[in-house]
């Protein structure tokens, strides 16, 4: 009997409560607090029926930013071959590489070469003149070896994980003052390899089923729940927007791939699209789409529609996420 209460008592929750615009009110969520510890940032979260959502968008920072897949709007992904290499970096190198054996330098030459020169280029052109200056004869100075020794270093070596940490903060720095300092009302966007690995503990990145129960409590009917890539059920979309549950949609946008990229334009500002107007929000589930490819199930909402979208995407898309408790 209290069973049976309970359902009319959600019922009349759900649905006899009346809008002046004869809509359905949301359900009350009921708030809650969670400090994620790993960088002590404070989330609103909401319990809608039996789940717990995080009623922001989820806001850490992976430690290398782009390069692993964690994007602020309009952030380029930094290229780790074009951040220039320190003379002191090729230098420790030579040194390295000496040391473990893979090339004498009894003569000294290579060394007198290295400490005469300022700059990798420079270091080139020097000992390129050295040798100019002896291929007439002999290389008595074994010049042509240490070319080749420092050819393979200069090839080998990459920036420094200093260096790379600060050219991803700079290019951070710089897409925030030209988004208005996104991060800050909407999170990070993530790739979906990326949201795997970002997620704080006692919570998961939402399945396709959690959002199904989510849209089902809020009144989705059940031939609508399955429905794929197609923009589904006015009142469910209607009642996740309504502040009253809690949800506290942002429109983030998103880092699109594919079709929403338009090819020969400039990727730092054409591959992000509809920040102020749609919201874009992973779920964990995924699908065979061939033999080789694989694409996950994503839920969107728009400022203009009051429909659900559950489409798919590309796994190379940047995505916000909103958390589920465990």
């Not at 008595?140 to 903060?169: C, M, N, T």
């Not at 991060?183 to 399945?207: C, D, H, M």
């Not at 338009?262 to 589930?285: E, H, Q, V």
Request: with cysteine; net charge negative.
């Amino acid at each position: 009997m209290k069973k049976l209460i309970w359902i009319l008592l959600g019922a009349v929750l759900l649905w006899n409560c009346k809008e002046e615009n004869g809509g359905i009110v949301a359900p009350e969520g009921v708030v809650s607090e969670f400090t994620d510890a790993r960088d002590s940032k404070v989330y609103r979260c909401v319990t809608i029926g039996e789940q717990t959502w995080m009623a922001e968008n989820l806001a850490y920072r992976l430690p290398m930013g782009s390069i692993d897949g964690c994007f602020t709007y309009l952030e380029g992904v930094v290229e780790t071959d074009k951040i220039e290499i320190t003379y002191d970096d090729f230098l420790e190198a030579i040194q390295q590489a000496i040391d473990e054996g893979r090339y004498s330098d009894d003569m000294g030459m290579l060394g007198f070469i290295l400490s005469s020169s300022s700059t990798i280029d420079g270091f080139f052109v020097e000992l390129k003149s050295w040798i100019e200056y002896d291929e007439e004869e002999y290389d008595v100075f074994g010049l042509q070896p240490a070319w080749d020794f420092s050819e393979e270093i200069r090839k080998e070596l990459k920036p420094s994980p200093i260096a790379i940490a600060e050219a991803v903060e700079t290019e951070l720095t710089s897409a925030e003052e030209d988004n208005g300092a996104y991060s800050s009302v909407n999170g990070f966007l993530y790739t979906y390899e990326a949201a795997q690995k970002v997620i704080p503990e006692g919570w998961r990145l939402p399945t396709d089923e959690d959002w199904k129960k989510l849209e089902a409590f809020l009144g989705m009917n059940d031939k609508e729940l399955d429905v794929l890539d197609e923009w589904r059920d006015d009142g469910a979309g209607r009642l996740l927007k309504d502040e009253h549950t809690g949800f506290n949609v942002t429109y983030g946008g998103a880092k699109a791939y594919g079709r929403f990229n338009p090819s020969g334009r400039n990727p730092k500002l054409y591959c992000y699209i509809n920040k102020g107007t749609n919201a874009y929000f992973w779920s964990s589930s995924k699908l065979q789409q061939n033999d080789s490819t694989q694409v996950a199930i994503i839920r969107s909402v728009s400022q203009w529609d009051d429909r659900i979208l559950r489409g798919t995407s590309n796994l190379e898309a940047a995505y916000s996420i909103r958390c589920i408790k465990e």
